[in-house]
């Protein structure tokens, strides 16, 4: 499982409000290598159009590759989830 969290290495330093970041797992049709990426968008639309976006870009897709999500949730639920699960 690859996990990805996008970010510019030139970019200067700058606050980024947890409500706009997705966390995003999926893959690519007839390849069931998972993978993750925290996303930051407006909303869970935005999310899902930039993941498969990046995901197209790794697997030298274009549009008409095939994108499964199996996962787009806020980061914040996400991590709730998970700490209620493991309690």
């Known amino acids: 499982m690859n ?8 970019a200067p330093a700058t606050t980024v409000s947890v409500a706009n ?4 797992s999926g893959h690519v049709v007839d390849d069931l ?3 993750q990426h925290i996303i930051e968008a407006s909303s869970n639309w935005h ?3 930039r993941f498969k976006e990046q995901l197209r870009e790794q697997n030298c897709g ?7 999500i199996t996962l787009c949730a806020p980061l914040s639920e996400a991590i709730a989830e998970r700490l209620y699960a493991s309690a």
């Open 3 to 10: 996990t990805n969290l996008t970010e510019s290495p030139q």
């Open 33 to 35: 290598d998972e993978v």
């Open 47 to 49: 999310a899902e159009e």
């Open 21 to 24: 970041l997705y966390l995003l």
């Open 62 to 68: 274009d549009e008409d590759t095939e994108i499964f």
